[in-house]
């Protein structure tokens, strides 16, 4: 059974991996043709075709290697009649792709171009694709945390502690002389739910658990629901030094790593986990912190690829916040899948995996660097400034900027693209990430 959900979770993120990158090429597909570009091909994955189906002029079809996709638009670059010639070492590479992209021209159709739309319809068509990838992940977060909730505290105790310990303290049972906690004093019980404290209605244990470490030495009226009938209870937090934690129970770091211990009001008493919904927008503002996180994780990828290195060589331990490949992510998918908490914690975990997965599709996708969609939204902005600049000093128009002249730099991004993968998929294999323990 457990070899069944352990291919479970690979399927699924399979299939979100391939919807993913299929929706990625639909928003590149979508606006490429209302702007009236021709589109010769909508493939997802590379390498040996697996299938396909020509439907108008577009033939839409499915490749072996499911790590990526593309369409393929007619006149990316400008015609080789119009560009200029060749030059430098390169020019066989340079020549190549002119060559290339010619053959993307049909006949009669030499208007109905990429490289002839307005700046603004070009960097639209580019951004399509990240764009879709965002608002998939908003929706998958949605889902996430608006539909499934966030795990955190509810209002129904779990239990009660008969004495105070400190904060820290291995010690598991009460001792003569010991302290008793004041909501065992006070008379709660487990299975109580709490409905207000002090005045103030209560939702979560998170906001029952503010009250109380805001009022130490006050007395508090504290209201409950026990076998259907509500019953006021009086309770006065102590003063007592607890580890802050947030509200799903795990414990507040700072600075240094180092668990936050702070005197506060303390009671005694711990709630039921459960998953509690959230505002329709807490999809958005997870959508902006992990697209903040993975922003941070490309800026710093060189020094986190050598870190990845030396784990593998060395053997040590692989940050769990560092990048993975295709072959982690599913194989992280198969273990979360596997393992024996409940199924509504597996489902959110994966969810959370593939919202993360996309918003690295929306970010990495935005490098400005040739062949990534980033790269193309500088070229066309770049001639928009050239064409911006002739205007404003009444030049004639320049030429279409002719991007075949980077292809050099395409192939070694393309190069370093390749390697990094390779870098990853072996980690991945032979030294992967732990984040289950």
């Known amino acids: 059974m457990e070899i069944l959900l352990y291919l479970a979770g690979i399927l699924f993120m399979l299939i979100g991996l391939g919807l993913s990158i299929g929706l990625h090429e639909v928003g590149?597909?979508?606006?490429?043709?209302?702007?009236?570009?021709?589109?010769?091909?909508?493939?997802?994955?590379?390498?040996?075709?697996?299938?396909?189906?020509?439907?108008?002029?577009?033939?839409?079809?499915?490749?072996?290697?499911?790590?990526?996709?593309?369409?393929?638009?007619?006149?990316?670059?400008?015609?080789?009649?119009?560009?200029?010639?060749?030059?430098?070492?390169?020019?066989?590479?340079?020549?190549?792709?002119?060559?290339?992209?010619?053959?993307?021209?049909?006949?009669?159709?030499?208007?109905?171009?990429?490289?002839?739309?307005?700046?603004?319809?070009?960097?639209?068509?580019?951004?399509?694709?990240?764009?879709?990838?965002?608002?998939?992940?908003?929706?998958?977060?949605?889902?996430?945390?608006?539909?499934?909730?966030?795990?955190?505290?509810?209002?129904?105790i779990a239990s009660v502690n008969e004495c105070v310990v400190p904060a820290g303290s291995t010690q598991t049972e009460c001792q003569p002389g010991d302290q008793a906690t004041p909501a065992a004093e006070a008379g709660i019980m487990p299975g109580d739910v709490l409905v207000s404290i002090d005045g103030t209605p209560v939702s979560?244990?998170?906001?029952?658990?503010?009250?109380?470490?805001?009022?130490?030495?006050?007395?508090?009226?504290?209201?409950?629901?026990?076998?259907?009938?509500?019953?006021?209870?009086?309770?006065?937090?102590?003063?007592?030094?607890?580890?802050l934690t947030d509200a799903s129970g795990q414990p507040l770091l700072d600075d240094t790593g180092a668990e936050i211990v702070k005197k506060v009001g303390y009671v005694g008493m711990a709630s039921q986990m459960g998953f509690v919904p959230q505002p329709l927008t807490a999809g958005v503002e997870m959508t902006g912190d992990t697209v903040a996180r993975v922003g941070t994780l490309i800026v710093t990828l060189p020094v986190r690829l050598w870190d990845v290195g030396v784990a593998l060589v060395t053997g040590?331990?692989?940050?769990?916040?560092?990048?993975?490949?295709?072959?982690?992510?599913?194989?992280?998918?198969?273990?979360?899948?596997?393992?024996?908490?409940?199924?509504?914690?597996?489902?959110?975990?994966?969810?959370?995996?593939l919202g993360s997965l996309n918003i690295a599709l929306f970010v990495f996708n935005l490098i400005p660097l040739l062949p990534l969609d980033g790269g193309h939204i500088v070229v066309a902005l770049w001639e928009g400034i050239k064409r911006g600049w002739a205007k404003l000093f009444r030049r004639p128009p320049p030429a279409p900027v002719d991007a075949t002249r980077l292809v050099p730099l395409t192939v070694v991004v393309a190069t370093l693209l390749i390697a990094m993968g390779a870098l990853l998929i072996i980690a991945d294999l032979f030294k992967p990430i732990d984040i289950l323990g």
């Open 204 to 243: 979560t244990f998170a906001e029952a658990t503010s009250i109380v470490q805001a009022s130490p030495g006050q007395s508090l009226d504290v209201v409950v629901e026990r076998d259907g009938a509500q019953q006021t209870l009086r309770i006065t937090p102590i003063s007592a030094e607890r580890t």
């Open 316 to 353: 040590g331990e692989r940050d769990p916040n560092g990048p993975l490949s295709v072959v982690g992510v599913g194989r992280l998918a198969g273990e979360v899948a596997a393992t024996e908490a409940p199924v509504l914690n597996r489902i959110s975990v994966l969810l959370g995996l």
């Open 28 to 156: 590149h597909l979508v606006p490429a043709k209302l702007f009236g570009v021709r589109v010769g091909q909508y493939m997802i994955g590379f390498g040996p075709r697996l299938w396909s189906k020509k439907i108008g002029e577009t033939e839409y079809g499915f490749k072996l290697l499911p790590v990526g996709g593309f369409i393929s638009m007619s006149g990316m670059y400008p015609a080789s009649s119009t560009a200029g010639p060749a030059k430098g070492v390169f020019r066989a590479l340079i020549q190549d792709a002119r060559s290339a992209n010619d053959e993307t021209i049909a006949a009669g159709a030499e208007d109905r171009v990429f490289y002839r739309l307005p700046v603004w319809k070009r960097v639209i068509v580019m951004l399509g694709g990240p764009f879709m990838n965002l608002v998939l992940a908003v929706v998958i977060f949605t889902v996430l945390l608006s539909g499934i909730g966030m795990q955190q505290g509810t209002t129904t």
